[in-house]
């Protein structure tokens, strides 16, 4: 489109302005030698940028605007508000002591920074928090994608007995249910008298669709503002490209090809090369991923590919959390990935990279909470 543009614009000085700016200011023998140099002179510009544009096409895009949106689950300003009140509101767990919030911090990294999150009297799950940041452009989540979009998602940890541990979906329900300005919420919103978890997980995930964060440098510079990244950072981008993370770290996402419809998952083995030192050290061979989910052995240590957008906030790494730093991470994943050993150097510039797709947070205001009935409380766990 752009190129389109500027050759139409080109076409339009040619005609309009250049010849007349000849023939006024060379003396008319001059004229059409002159005029054979500057046309060729700006056609040679106009070719020259267009090759450049073809040569900058990269295997990844801008994030866009708007994240995929269920046609079943359309995004009002009230529906995103009582998500983000359900998403705060630790009373959506047994004992009311952990909300989504606990292990997916919104005013943070949208995780927990740990290994392994805490959840219902502090105990640990085996698997370490993603950021919620961006997850509308998963196509499915989780981190060996059991669940196809971000409503299915949400209904989990509500009933996961480690984390918000209600005994089932029924008794979420009936505990909202008993806070009167929830359920004149839910009748606005919705516009039933009963509410129902399904409603509660597209409030939820509604409100994580808000959760998105544009204008990193680097979408900045691949909207071109070259000056976006600085020289190493952009460096690093050419590293990744050249090493081939990009065969996985894909799209706009980092994570999957951009076709790639909602539901279905963009799975890689992890670790593929089992021969060196960090196997053991980090303990990568314990998760098998996705085999046991499918009962599928062919399917053992395949996992979804995770993002690389906020990665430089969301230590420590891989499913198990089991890497402090991003710079070993990226060491590791070209071992254990690519069986490549990265210089000094090149760890340095990838990490630069990575470090430019930390994308600008919205503000997160905490809403109020409806209060429980006068003279009760709603927790019974
Ligand atoms: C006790 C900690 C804990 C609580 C509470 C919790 N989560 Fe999570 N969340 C996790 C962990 C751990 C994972 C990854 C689990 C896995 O992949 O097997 C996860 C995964 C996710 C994902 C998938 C992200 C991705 O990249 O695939 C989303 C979205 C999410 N949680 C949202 C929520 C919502 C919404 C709530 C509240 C209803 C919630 N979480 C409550 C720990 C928690
Ligand atoms: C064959 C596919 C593949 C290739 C190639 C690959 N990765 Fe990964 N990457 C993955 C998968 C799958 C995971 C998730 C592993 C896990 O923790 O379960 C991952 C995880 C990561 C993480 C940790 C993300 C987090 O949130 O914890 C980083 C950082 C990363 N990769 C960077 C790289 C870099 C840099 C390269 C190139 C040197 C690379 N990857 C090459 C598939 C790949």
């Given at each position: 489109?752009?190129?389109?543009?500027?050759?139409?614009?080109?076409?339009?000085?040619?005609?309009?302005?250049?010849?007349?700016?000849?023939?006024?200011?060379?003396?008319?023998?001059?004229?059409?030698?002159?005029?054979?140099?500057?046309?060729?002179?700006?056609?040679?510009?106009?070719?020259?940028?267009?090759?450049?544009?073809?040569?900058?096409?990269?295997?990844?895009?801008?994030?866009?605007?708007?994240?995929?949106?269920?046609?079943?689950?359309?995004?009002?300003?009230?529906?995103?508000?009582?998500?983000?009140?359900?998403?705060?509101?630790?009373?959506?767990s047994k004992d009311g002591?952990?909300?989504?919030?606990?292990?997916?911090?919104?005013?943070?990294?949208?995780?927990?920074?740990?290994?392994?999150?805490?959840?219902?009297?502090?105990?640990?799950?085996?698997?370490?928090?993603?950021?919620?940041?961006?997850?509308?452009?998963?196509?499915?989540?989780?981190?060996?994608?059991?669940?196809?979009?971000?409503?299915?998602?949400?209904?989990?940890?509500?009933?996961?007995?480690?984390?918000?541990a209600m005994?089932?979906?029924?008794?979420?329900?009936?505990?909202?249910?008993?806070?009167?300005?929830?359920?004149?919420?839910?009748?606005?919103?919705?516009?039933?008298?009963?509410?129902?978890?399904?409603?509660?997980?597209?409030?939820?995930?509604?409100?994580?669709?808000?959760?998105?964060?544009?204008?990193?440098?680097?979408?900045?510079?691949?909207?071109?503002?070259?000056?976006?990244?600085?020289?190493?950072?952009?460096?690093?981008?050419?590293?990744?490209?050249?090493?081939?993370?990009?065969?996985?770290?894909?799209?706009?996402?980092?994570?999957?090809?951009?076709?790639?419809?909602?539901?279905?998952?963009?799975?890689?083995?992890?670790?593929?090369?089992?021969?060196?030192?960090?196997?053991?050290?980090?303990?990568?061979?314990?998760?098998?991923?996705?085999?046991?989910?499918?009962?599928?052995?062919?399917?053992?240590?395949?996992?979804?590919?995770?993002?690389?957008?906020?990665?430089?906030?969301?230590?420590?790494?891989?499913?198990?959390?089991?890497?402090?730093?991003?710079?070993?991470?990226?060491?590791?994943?070209?071992?254990?990935?690519?069986?490549?050993?990265?210089?000094?150097?090149?760890?340095?510039?990838?990490?630069?990279?990575?470090?430019?797709?930390?994308?600008?947070?919205?503000?997160?205001?905490?809403?109020?909470?409806?209060?429980?009935?006068?003279?009760?409380?709603?927790i019974d766990g």
């Open positions: 489109m752009e190129s389109l543009f500027l050759f139409a614009v080109l076409l339009e000085l040619e005609k309009e302005f250049l010849s007349s700016f000849i023939r006024i200011h060379f003396n008319f023998y001059c004229f059409s030698f002159w005029e054979a140099i500057v046309r060729t002179w700006i056609w040679v510009l106009f070719f020259s940028q267009s090759l450049l544009a073809t040569e900058m096409k990269l295997p990844w895009s801008a994030l866009p605007k708007t994240p995929p949106i269920p046609k079943n689950n359309p995004m009002t300003p009230e529906k995103v508000y009582l998500g983000r009140q359900l998403f705060l509101d630790p009373r959506l002591t952990v909300s989504c919030n606990s292990c997916h911090n919104v005013m943070a990294s949208g995780g927990d920074n740990r290994a392994f999150s805490a959840g219902i009297n502090g105990k640990l799950g085996g698997r370490s928090a993603p950021t919620v940041w961006n997850s509308a452009f998963h196509t499915v989540q989780f981190w060996d994608g059991r669940a196809a979009s971000l409503e299915e998602q949400a209904k989990g940890p509500l009933t996961n007995p480690i984390e918000m005994d089932n979906p029924q008794a979420v329900v009936d505990r909202i249910a008993k806070i009167p300005g929830y359920v004149s919420q839910f009748k606005k919103v919705f516009g039933d008298t009963t509410i129902t978890i399904d409603e509660v997980a597209k409030a939820i995930a509604a409100y994580e669709r808000t959760l998105m964060t544009p204008n990193s440098p680097f979408d900045r510079y691949i909207r071109g503002d070259k000056k976006a990244m600085s020289p190493q950072a952009v460096r690093g981008m050419n590293t990744v490209i050249e090493v081939g993370c990009v065969s996985c770290h894909t799209g706009r996402n980092f994570n999957a090809p951009d076709d790639l419809p909602m539901g279905e998952g963009f799975y890689q083995k992890f670790p593929t090369f089992i021969d060196n030192e960090y196997v053991a050290k980090y303990k990568l061979l314990e998760d098998k991923g996705r085999g046991p989910l499918t009962k599928d052995e062919g399917n053992d240590y395949f996992f979804r590919v995770p993002t690389w957008r906020n990665v430089a906030l969301t230590a420590p790494y891989f499913s198990n959390g089991a890497i402090k730093t991003l710079d070993e991470a990226v060491r590791v994943m070209a071992k254990v990935q690519l069986n490549k050993e990265l210089t000094v150097n090149q760890v340095a510039d990838i990490v630069e990279f990575l470090k430019a797709l930390t994308g600008e947070r919205p503000k997160q205001q905490m809403p109020e909470l409806p209060p429980d009935p006068p003279g009760m409380t709603t």
